[in-house]
């Protein structure tokens, strides 16, 4: 297995490109299959926040550009 996981806290630090590729590593984790339950289900949480945590900033991008086409729109 590799290194421990960062705290759940600590990702809303990373961004968008740190959570996705970190996001992928976990999944590619669980693909193969953590060598016991407890790890699996520590990794699928920490899918889970790296996921939610990428979601943030594509939300916050569409706002942006939303603003910045209502802006050119005016």
Do not use: I, Y
């Amino acid at each position: 297995m590799s290194e421990p996981h960062q705290a759940p806290a600590d990702v809303a630090q990373l961004t968008f490109e740190q959570a996705r590729d970190e996001l992928v590593r976990v999944v590619a984790e669980l693909e193969q299959g953590a060598p016991t339950l407890e790890e699996s289900l520590a990794l699928w949480e920490r899918g889970e926040a790296l996921a939610t945590r990428c979601e943030q900033w594509l939300r916050g991008a569409k706002e942006r550009l939303d603003a910045a086409r209502a802006e050119t729109e005016s």
